[in-house]
């Protein structure tokens, strides 16, 4: 092979990583992202039922 055929198929190789590892991320994000609002969606549910036992309705 020569010099340039080695050098694009290296360029290649690494784009794929880059791309896997970028939607790999993004994954984790959404997932974080998602987790965190189910805990603040827990967290409004908590506060809500607490106001409503204690008949404080102050928010």
Do not use: C, P
Not at 10 to 24: F, H, L, P, R
Not at 30 to 36: F, I, N, P
């Amino acid at each position: 092979m020569s010099n340039q055929t080695n050098k694009r198929d290296s360029q290649n190789v690494s784009k794929k990583v880059k791309d896997t590892a970028g939607a790999v991320f993004h994954s984790v994000h959404k997932g974080l992202e998602a987790t965190e609002n189910a805990a603040m969606n827990a967290v409004d549910a908590t506060t809500d039922t607490i106001n409503n036992l204690t008949n404080n309705d102050e928010q």
